[in-house]
């Protein structure tokens, strides 16, 4: 058996012990660190075309472009750097509205109409 054929067997297997940790974690009591992950998520469209904007403008973008010049390490600042910034800004957003800028426009395009946006003010 060659190394593709093997890495597509245990693909599967490897995304069923990401999903056994989360599990996990979330029966710990983790669910409140998770909380951000979870905002990140519920606003992927905008994060991955932000993502995207983000790093195209870094590695092709103007005079400062950075393709081939960055090595590993680096790299992995910068990926982590773009996923703090998403970790942090997503809660916040969502704190303000009811979902991301471009799943809003996608909702709107798909319902025919346009949907709210802001959140309810909550009343005590």
């Known amino acids: 058996m060659g190394g593709d054929q093997l890495v597509a067997l245990l693909s599967p297997l490897v995304g069923l012990g990401y999903a056994a940790g989360l599990i996990l974690l979330l029966h710990r009591g983790a669910g409140r660190a998770l909380a951000r992950v979870a905002a990140t ?48 800004w997503s809660p916040w957003w969502l704190s303000r509205f009811t979902m991301g800028p471009f799943e809003w426009v996608w909702r709107c395009l798909t319902v025919g109409h346009r949907v709210p946006l802001k959140t309810q003010a909550r009343v005590s």
């Open 41 to 88: 998520g519920r606003m992927a469209f905008t994060n991955y075309l932000t993502q995207s904007l983000i790093m195209t403008s870094i590695f092709y973008g103007g005079r400062g472009a950075l393709m081939g010049e960055v090595d590993r390490p680096a790299l992995w600042l910068l990926v982590g750097g773009v996923w703090a910034l998403q970790l942090a």
